[in-house]
Nanobody
Framework: QVQLVESGGASVQAGGSLRLSCAVS????????MGWFRQTPGKEREGVVA???????RYADSVKGRFTVSKDNAKNILYLQMNSLRPEDTAMYYC??????????????????WGQGTQVTVSS
């Protein structure tokens, strides 16, 4: 059983930066496909970035060049560094994991394990 706990969400002004963390237990993150997703009320959960066990990443076009995903396999933590934040980045951000590594993509239906979410609010 994979357990995920996000932290780091906050309220920031546009142009600012945040780093989200996702603590992983029950499985080694180096062997997982992991992803960051976000959701606003009334909208479908959106894939932000996925990172495969070999480090291959897939970013949503809306965050390319601004967000960076990384894993600290020694600490079992997944990070999401978010720079140049925009009001449209405002959402609940979720960490997700999939131990069945056949494809590591951005669709939320692939991921069976989810954290509880952390809120990011960007004001203009």
């Amino acid at each position: 059983q994979v357990q995920l706990v996000e932290s780091g969400g906050a309220s920031v002004q546009a142009g600012g930066s945040l780093r989200l963390s996702c603590a992983v237990s029950g499985y080694k993150p180096s062997r997982l496909c992991m992803g960051w997703f976000r959701q606003t009320p009334g909208k479908e959960r959106e894939g932000v970035v996925a990172i495969a066990s070999d480090g291959t990443t897939r970013y949503a076009d809306s965050v390319k060049g601004r967000f960076t995903v990384s894993k600290d396999n020694a600490k079992n933590i997944l990070y999401l560094q978010m720079n140049s934040l925009r009001p449209e980045d405002t959402a609940m951000y979720y960490c997700a994991a999939d131990p069945v590594i056949t494809y590591c993509g951005l669709h939320y239906g692939q991921f069976p394990y989810w954290g509880q979410g952390t809120q990011v609010t960007v004001s203009s």
